[in-house]
Structure formats: C-alpha cells, structure tokens
C-alpha cells in the first residue's frame, strides 16, 4: 500500500471511532492547565498506530497523546482528534490530522473534517485534493473582504497582550475573524478557499503539519517564525499573504523575544 493509502485508511478508521461520539456531552480528563483529553482521543490514536504499523513496523511516529516512538528517516505526525475542547462540548467542529515526514520533508497530509466526513489530502508535488477533486486557496486578494481564522493563546495567557495587538491590526484591516477551535480544520479550509488566512502562535507539530502540505499544495503560503513545525504560522492565499504577514509582524521583536 503506498503511503497515502495508508494515511486516508487510517484517518478514516479514526473518524469510524469519533463520529458516533459526535454531538454529545462527554467526560474527560485534564492533562494539563487547560488541556484536555477524552478516552475517544486514545481509541482514534491506538487506531490510527495501529494502521500505520501494520503497514510500516519500522517507522517513527510523533502522535498527540502518546509522544514519539521508533526512530526512521519515515516519520509520521499524528493528532487524531484535533478540537478535543469543542468535542467535549458537542460542537462537531474536529477533525483527524495525520502527515507524514520523509528525511526531514513534509511528504503528505491527511485531514478528515469527521462531522462531513470530507476528506482533505495532499502529497507534495501533486496537488491538494478533497474528495478526490482538485481543491485551491481563495483568490480574494484584498484584506478588506477577506475572512481570516485564528486560534486563541489558551495556554500561554501570558502571551494575550501581544496577542491582542496583533489581533487588533488584523481585526481592523479585514472584513472578518473566525475562531473556530480546531487549527487542523481551520488549515483544510483555507486550502479549500473557505478561509483566505490563518494565524496562531504556539500550536504544536500535529496541529499543522498536514495542513500546511494541503495548503501548499492548494497554491497557498505558510510562514512560521523559527522551524516549519514550531507551531507559530501564517497561511493565506498568496494574494494577501505578504499583507496579513506584515499586519501580525508589526509586532515581530517582541514576537521573537516572548
Ligand atoms: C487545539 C486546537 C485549537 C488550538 C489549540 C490546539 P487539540 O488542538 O487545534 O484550535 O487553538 O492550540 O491545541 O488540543 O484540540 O488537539
Ligand atoms: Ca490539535
Ligand atoms: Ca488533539
């Protein structure tokens, strides 16, 4: 099986064990100061493990919630439930995000919106697809009618006033801001065209890695200060990226030096 076969089988067989949880009040635990986790989350990722290693014994795996294993140049970056704070509650706004490194090289993404079951894919130098059909980034190309996602530094409250003056330029120079709750998905939407842009800070590498090979490959840009994976991203269409980079970079020396 190549690759991407087994990524779209195992997202797909993470989204088999989400999808009847969806839309109900649920327990959880708190693994950390405003993180959660449900036994939902451990079943989609023993699932999603165990499909890849079935295919690929001897490759490393970076998931969520059980940390990195193995040790190969085939390195797979895995969150099988992104959105675990909008699950709990019954809001179906989660997805599954798998991707794969090869050497180092962000090779594919995967990301399934569980609640329509739309499956985003991408490998590089293929082409981004959702359904099997081709998908591209938006072609607004004035910030003015743009609409923009973005995630709240939940975690890191320190980081809120300078969060909150970046989100002021932006909030101020578009024509609408999305907090949505699920950056995997918010990253599949602006491939799609449904978001032109995106930024957050201080996300982690399964948060972002599938979707920043599905927007670039959908003709999109992704920007992150320090290494690819750090978790501090911008992403756009390339019509406002320059655009939406200077607006949130206003502030980059104090963004470097937090
Ligand atoms: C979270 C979601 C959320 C983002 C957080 C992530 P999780 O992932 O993507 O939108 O703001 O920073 O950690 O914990 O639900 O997998
Ligand atoms: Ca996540
Ligand atoms: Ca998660």
Redesign the pocket.
Known sequence: MSFLSVAIKAATAAGEVIRPELRKILSYEEKGEN?FVTEVDLRAEEKIKSVILSSFPDHEILS?ESGATGDSKYRWIV?P?????NFIHGFPYIAVSIALQIGGNLHLGVILDVASNNLYWAEAGQGAFKNGERISVSKTNRLSRAMIAT??P??KKKFLDLYLKMFREVFLNVSAVRRV????LDLAYVAEGIFDGFF?F???PW?IAAGIVIIREAGGITFSIGDELSGNIIAANPYIFENLKNLVFKFRDELENF
């Open positions: 993180d969520e969150d439930l992104d959105g675990t704070k995630g709240f939940f975690r709750g699920a950056a995997a957050e201080f996300l982690a948060d």
